[in-house]
């Protein structure tokens, strides 16, 4: 006999990640692919977390093997919030929960904060896991445009006086997508109408530590305060597959995170937690971002070279100060969706932009990711790419003129 | 000014981890702790694991660090697919999805199926962290007496055709917290009841491979196929802080536990899915569980010999035939919870009975966990308890002597 399945109506409307399909496509062989936001693997610091894994054993084996508590390892919480004290954002360890992943902690937030047909208000593009993570509880987004400076702050107090949100979600720093930066004056209007109209706002960090150019901004927490939820992670800056990342937030909130984490999945990996403290007491961090920044940098630098050179003069890209991105807008009309088949088949590949529009109303955009391919793949792929758009692009802007 | 923070429905209604709440009651200095769930860190394979993550590091490090798949790395399905095929239960790779603990997966299953107000079936005591994952969902519960064979099934079968549920949740062997194992004859019955009324059962099996008294039983889906779900895990047999379980199910399934799981934290730990797969691949898994099955068993034997010794007739408890728990009856009217203050004030821990059934309906059962202390505590602490439970349930015994 047959068994019929029914599934729950939010796992019925989840739809698998854009993203994740089309990294599928992408995959072929000899495609030069933008499409992921990888770190490049050749810079893991292999050794060094080789020696911290085996000094874990050796010295507290039975600790790092065993159950621990929801909030993550004391160790680990308190020389975080060490450093993030030094980067402007007063803490104690008391202030950090510990997840699987800054996905993990999108998720929690979701959990946390929303009801069904809650507003969330959202830059726009925004960044696809968020989406994903808050969609499960099935919100309405409200969308606020983005300029060079980050969102227009002005939209978003119309949105929050309009919608009433439960919750404000940015990526302050070298967004993903986009790569926009929100400047500091911005900053602080933003979280002073957290405070003025009781939002809490969510400060997406995965990047901060990645700026290749300019200084350093102030986190939205170390600005605000308190209506400021703040995500870190070690995926960008030591590695993503050890699923370590970070909720930074008041005690009475993160009281309430180790609630539900509890339910979730009861502590994040003790022992992966305990190499990432020995990892960081040892000294490690600072100079191997310091490592990857000037990697990155380059390439980036050889991406934005090899754009100007290959596209067409009617695409358009914004250049990011830091993070892994670089945001390509086509001319209207142009969609990135049906242009990616062309791409494949020239052996490049990105993803459009349509994903990371929460009602996916924007198809004239795409990602490029610089951190993942060495320089020489990146000049290769950009020609690739410039001779699909030269011709694409030139197709699409003849049927404009004919139209009109 | 302060900020007033507002929390969702399902996090405003979520209360912690009763146990969670009572291990910090129980972790004063002295205290013999029968509470915890923990296997015994003496045990733990710490060289091994340090071995096999040597050699992932040393062999394939920039893949182990690296982002990974969401149904898991494919070796690690691959290798667990084989050993369940070993075990009578015919499944490939892909019927296979791996989470950051069983608890986890039960999560997962939650968000799959549960919707508001869906009925889920379990066993009178259940395995509480089932209650607090699914509770999340905000779902009914309907509970079936046990007895020494394991859940009565013509009571599943008459909650079936009165509450249509959504699920079945058991643990069929060495249940947590009761230790009851479900006979060979209900579990076909049971799984011919999932199929004939097209209800999923879930097969929650932490303890399995650890049996000290007759022979392995075939797991539900050994038996039944398709309506069933099991999860297995890691955390018992080689080490909870690495966080590995897997969720065994129909492909169709297991599409859907990946779609969700991409929006919940992308995929588990690679480092650590390397690890086991490494460590199992390198022939030490059949080995060690051997090794922790024998010291378990000796702990097992202790423990009832002390209860026999030491605790007063009118008290019961149920032997089991494996895992990690012994479960006591108090006579009828005693309150373990009240009991536990005066247990602490002797320096002995355990876990009242209540907060396993999801109405905490019964306060007369208390757990002993036997795979955390040695045999020497273990003989202690049980003589501790005698001493308590003989001066306690004596008051209580007159007491309702003089009521009637």
């Known amino acids: 006999m047959d068994f019929k399945w029914t599934f729950s109506n939010r796992a019925q409307e989840m739809r698998s990640s854009a993203i994740r399909e089309i990294l599928k496509i992408t995959e072929k062989p000899d495609v030069i692919s933008f499409a992921g936001g990888l770190p490049a693997p050749e810079l893991f610091p292999i050794e060094d977390l080789k020696r911290a894994s085996q000094k874990v054993l050796d010295e507290y084996g039975q600790k790092a093997l065993q159950y621990s508590l929801t909030n993550g390892i004391q160790p680990l919480r308190q020389i975080l919030a060490e450093r993030l004290c030094r980067k402007g954002v007063e ?8 997840t699987g992943g800054s996905q993990q902690g999108l998720d929690l937030i979701g959990r946390v904060f929303l009801n069904e047909g809650d507003v969330v208000v959202c830059e726009s593009p925004t960044y696809l896991g968020a989406i994903q993570a808050f969609n499960a509880y099935r919100p309405r987004w409200v969308t606020v445009e983005m300029d060079e400076e980050g969102v227009i702050v002005e939209q978003v107090e119309k949105a929050i006086r309009k ?13 993903n997508p986009s790569g926009i930066t929100l400047s500091l004056e911005r900053r602080k209007r933003l979280v002073e109408l ?34 400021v939820i703040g995500l870190g992670t070690c995926s960008k800056i030591v590695s993503p597959g050890i699923r370590i990342a970070w909720v930074v937030a008041s005690t009475n909130v993160i009281a309430v995170f180790e609630r539900m984490k509890q339910g979730v999945d009861l502590h994040t990996n003790t022992f992966a937690q305990y190499v990432l403290y020995q990892y960081i007491k040892d ?37 990011p100060d830091g993070g892994l991105f670089l945001w390509v807008k086509l001319p209207q009309g142009v969609s990135a969706t049906k242009l990616l088949e062309a791409a494949v088949d020239q052996k490049v590949a ?55």
Do not use: C
């Open 194 to 227: 957290g405070q003025k109209y009781q939002v809490p706002i969510v400060d997406d960090n995965p990047y901060g530590e990645l700026r290749y150019v300019g200084q350093h901004l102030p986190s939205l927490r170390g600005l605000g305060g308190d209506p």
């Open 350 to 404: 990105y993803v459009p932009g349509k994903p990371f529009y929460p009602y996916e109303d924007t198809d004239n955009t795409l990602r490029l990711n610089f951190s993942n391919a060495n320089p020489d793949m990146i000049r290769e792929g950009i020609k690739r790419l410039g001779k699909v758009l030269r011709e694409k692009v030139k197709d699409a802007d003849m049927r404009e003129a004919q139209k009109n």
């Open 163 to 175: 919608h009433n949100p439960r919750l404000i979600y940015v990526v302050p720093n070298f967004q």
């Open 283 to 319: 000294g490690h961090l600072d100079p191997h971002i310091e490592e990857i920044r000037k990697a990155y940098s380059h390439r980036r630098d050889v991406m934005i070279e090899a754009l100007t050179e290959y596209l067409p003069n009617t695409v358009k890209w914004h250049e």
């Open 91 to 98: 803490v104690t360890e008391e202030n950090i929960l510990i």
